[in-house]
């Protein structure tokens, strides 16, 4: 079975029963266009059913029951949920795409929790009955609502245990674990869509992180790409993930920093992406000094290979040389020897074994061409006795000619 790695939740913008103002933050958080407006999943509960644009639908999550009219038990989703939705997900093979899905409680604590008791049990099986009954909707451009619960469908069967225990219990599977459909391929997607590693998430030690995690890094990768940066207050980013904003700023500041190595701020930097990239993350007081400001962009983890900036580069490079031409020559400099005519040759030229590495350089690159070159600078220098330039100095300049008459291919 191809398991999908597990990770954690989502971020979009909220516009529920209780509405949150979304032009209230377009200076900061909806500079780009995202796939997502809003954080779907929150920190904590904050009893309001939440409405997030995705694309052209919008979707509201925990609305009240559409077929008894009860007040909703589930009115938003954190992310704990998330973590279960994402848990379920890593059961399933991603090119099968079949929501249905079989496992054991146990198997599934310990893909979320890293370990299955009574406490990872009890709080499993407490997100199960949640999802079971969140309701949502989504509302179609033209006008039509489709209703539904995030879970579908779950079958409870008692196995025998698979391991002897002096305390027989059944051990408690989940058969036909289901995530309706348009949740399904909402969490399909979701990888691509906001640029995460989903087998991150479950890494982060914070809940906190673990939500910044699923809502910057889609944002912070089209700033960049727009020569920008990412930008927010704690205030405003605790605000729409449905975290209790700390009164005072260097309380806010606290809350980001603490812990030293573990602490928010140094989780989510050079966190990774998709594509081998990384999240970069910093805070800056902001100009009124009444807040702090999360800053964020991407780099690339590929190191870029920077050119050497020697005379003797730029000519290998004029000759059509290419920097892995240049690495492969180089390769086996360290090996390099000169045969007994180089070193008679090089005997003519004082203080050559300060040049040794240029030479051996040279010869490396230009091959049978090196003697050549050496040879006729060496004849030049026997011939002609009134040359005020120093010996090495010619051969030097030379070699550094020759680049121009022996065009590099290979």
Known sequence: MIQHNLNTKYLFKTRPKMQIDINKYDDTTFILKDYFRAPIFTVKPTGISRSVKVQDKIWTIGIDNPLTK????????????????FGIFAFTNPLEFNPKIPFSLNQLCQVIYNCSNTSTYKKATKLLNELLYCWTSIEYPDGTKRIFRVLKNVDVINKKPRRSSKNYSPELWLDGVELHEEFYKLVYEIENRLFIKLGLIKQLTSNLARTIYLYIPS????????????????????????????????KRHQLFIQHD????INQLNKSELIGNRILRC?????????????????????KTIKEPKSTLYKAFKASGGSTDIWKEKLSEVALCEFNSYEKDAL??????????????????????????YLGVVKNHLLEDKTINKSPMHMLNYELIRAFKNVKITE
């Open 70 to 85: 009860d007040e909703a038990t589930v009115k938003d989703l954190t992310i704990e949920h998330a973590l279960i939705i």
């Open 219 to 250: 944002r912070a990768i089209r700033a960049t790409e727009n020569n920008s940066v990412f930008k927010i207050t704690l205030s405003k980013l605790l605000e729409q993930i449905g975290y209790p904003a700390p009164a005072y700023k260097s």
């Open 261 to 264: 190595k573990t602490s928010i």
């Open 282 to 302: 910093k805070l800056e007081e902001t100009k009124d000094k009444k807040d702090y400001n999360l800053i964020c962009w991407v780099e690339s983890k590929m």
């Open 347 to 372: 005997e003519y030229f004082p203080f050559w074994k300060k040049s040794e590495r240029f030479l051996k350089m040279s010869k490396c690159l230009l091959g049978d061409y090196f003697a050549e």
